[in-house]
Nanobody
Framework: QVKVVESGGGAVEVGGSLTLSCRIS????????VAWFRQVPGKEREAVAF???????TYADSVKGRFTISQDNDQKTMYLQMNNLKPEDTAMYYC?????????????????WGQGAQVTVSS
């Protein structure tokens, strides 16, 4: 049985850093998309970063150069390292696994989702 557990959210000041973790037990990372999404109340959930089935990494323009997505196959864990955080990064962050193979934006393709981790950035 697959179990997804997120951790690492919290409150930081502008310019601070956080690392989100997403452990997916009972699952082996394979040739499918894994991704981080975020959502602000009243707005649609948006893609932040993803790794497609070929290992290609893509970031949203808003986080490029500040966030880093990675995965550790042995630990069955994916990460989102967030640096130089801004107030507009405040959101609930969700990890997602087993999407499509190459096109990672469609949220409906993902089989597994984390419970969400709140990130709050204050100025």
């Amino acid at each position: 049985q697959v179990k997804v557990v997120e951790s690492g959210g919290g409150a930081v000041e502008v310019g601070g850093s956080l690392t989100l973790s997403c452990r997916i037990s009972g699952y082996t990372f394979s040739s499918y998309c894994v991704a981080w999404f975020r959502q602000v109340p009243g707005k649609e959930r948006e893609a932040v970063a993803f790794i497609n089935g070929e290992g290609r990494i893509t970031y949203a323009d808003s986080v490029k150069g500040r966030f880093t997505i990675s995965q550790d196959n042995d630990q069955k864990t994916m990460y989102l390292q967030m640096n130089n955080l801004k107030p507009e990064d405040t959101a609930m962050y969700y990890c997602a696994a087993e999407g499509a193979r190459y096109l990672c934006l469609n949220q409906r393709d993902y089989s597994y989702w984390g419970q969400g981790a709140q990130v709050t950035v204050s100025s």
